[in-house]
């Protein structure tokens, strides 16, 4: 069997946790089948993929359509392909037209829902109604549609009504064991040395936040909470890659405030190499994961694998992560119903996110407990190889009808 996976991210351009997905379903899938994979941001050298660049013709036209351009690129060469297999909208129209042009059963994995992220309205124009469409046409004629959680999958049935539940199974986003773990011997003191030469102090609690700095993460809202910190504790946050100018003038102000009250506020905004990142993990007291919408959060995964208790909202698939009183905290929140996760009671939430934080770094005995109970848990639920395997059945599943 030979299977396509058409993808945005693939390294060396990964910058989200549909990427890392993508990335590690790759290479485990080729413990069992043929896999090719399609990307964009140019050719790859890497044996089984292809990368595609915007056709000259689009290159100086909306973000959506430059993304058409190279999905009609990627549809043509899936000539050959058993199954296609695509992640997010942007790749979503290339596998509905390979498709109808090689006669293939598409299936598409759901990261995340269009219509549930209304802020990139801000970001992508009036592409944003060209991303919907490509995402609700995939999705209504897919063969099989792939949820990372059960949260989303229910988002998919209520967004998308028209898709039938028989056709959408439930097969949560895995991760890397061997490559998230707490480094030990020497591994730990070159950890020791950089977290240092970020300015983070590892002799002090911390709370680490690690994500994009768009809307749905939720950092506004963590960096009200963290002023309920106690004065002895870092708040350290890897945030970049802002949507929008007027998002990252908005966090850079409330960073600049919170640094004017208290210190130890770390803000790393460039994307650190893994190595670099499970150090700065390693360091912490507990990971928070602030996300008013989140189908799963690969990131409270790797924070778990490295032995990181977590506090997350209670939303999405966040809560079949965080084992609440067990592998970490989750905040209870009231959301709008206009699609933007929005509080309900926002100070609310920001008191309750701030309490659950207070109660993580209070008592660093009990968060290391935790942490430990975090890492079997990802051990035993979120492991790729049952990942893929569960994968593979959703393929001869559309493949035998």
């Not at 970490?328 to 996110?353: K, R």
Request: net charge negative; with cysteine.
């Amino acid at each position: 069997m030979r299977v396509d996976l058409l993808t945005r991210e693939y390294p060396p351009h990964v910058y989200g946790g549909a990427g890392v997905h993508v990335t590690e379903l790759a290479a485990v899938l080729r413990q069992h089948l043929e896999v090719q994979v399609r990307c964009f941001d140019g050719p790859r050298d890497a044996p089984g993929v292809s990368g595609y660049d915007v056709p000259a013709g689009l290159a100086e036209h909306n973000a959506a359509l430059r993304t058409f351009g190279v999905d009609l690129l990627m549809a043509a060469d899936v000539a050959g392909a058993d199954v296609v297999h695509s992640h997010t909208w942007y790749a979503n129209l290339g596998g509905h037209v390979a498709a109808l042009l090689h006669g293939v059963p598409h299936i598409v994995t759901a990261h995340s829902l269009e219509p549930l992220r209304p802020w990139k309205a801000e970001q992508l124009g009036g592409g944003y109604a060209l991303s919907g469409w490509a995402e609700r046409t995939a999705y209504e004629h897919a063969d099989a549609v792939i949820a990372v959680s059960g949260g989303m999958r229910d988002d998919i049935l209520r967004v998308y009504p028209h898709v039938h539940p028989d056709r959408v199974h439930v097969v949560h986003n895995g991760i890397d064991l061997a490559g998230w773990r707490r480094p030990e011997g020497e591994d730990a003191e070159r950890a020791d040395a950089t977290v240092r030469a970020l300015g983070i102090d590892p002799t002090r609690p911390a709370v680490v936040f690690v994500g994009r700095i768009t809307r749905q993460k939720g950092l506004p809202y963590l960096l009200r909470a963290a002023e309920h910190l106690p004065a002895d504790v870092q708040l350290v946050l890897c945030a970049g890659a802002p949507d929008t100018p007027e998002i990252a003038r908005e966090v850079a102000g409330l960073v600049e405030d919170l640094r004017e009250r208290r210190q130890g506020v770390v803000w790393i905004e460039q994307m650190l190499p893994r190595a670099e990142l499970i150090a700065v993990l390693s360091a912490g007291t507990v990971f928070v994961c602030p996300s008013v919408y989140e189908p799963l959060g690969i990131v409270n995964l790797e924070a778990m694998a490295c032995g990181l208790p977590v506090v997350g909202t209670r939303t999405g698939g966040i809560p079949e992560v965080v084992d609440d009183g067990v592998t970490g905290w989750l905040v209870p929140i009231e959301q709008v119903s206009d699609g933007t996760g929005t509080p309900v009671h926002p100070a609310q939430f920001v008191a309750d996110l701030g309490e659950a934080l207070r109660q993580a770094v209070s008592d660093t005995g009990r968060a290391a407990r935790m942490g430990l109970a975090a890492r079997e848990r990802v051990e035993e639920h979120f492991a790729w190889q049952a990942i893929a395997e569960q994968t593979v059945r959703v393929y001869r599943s559309v493949l035998e009808g």
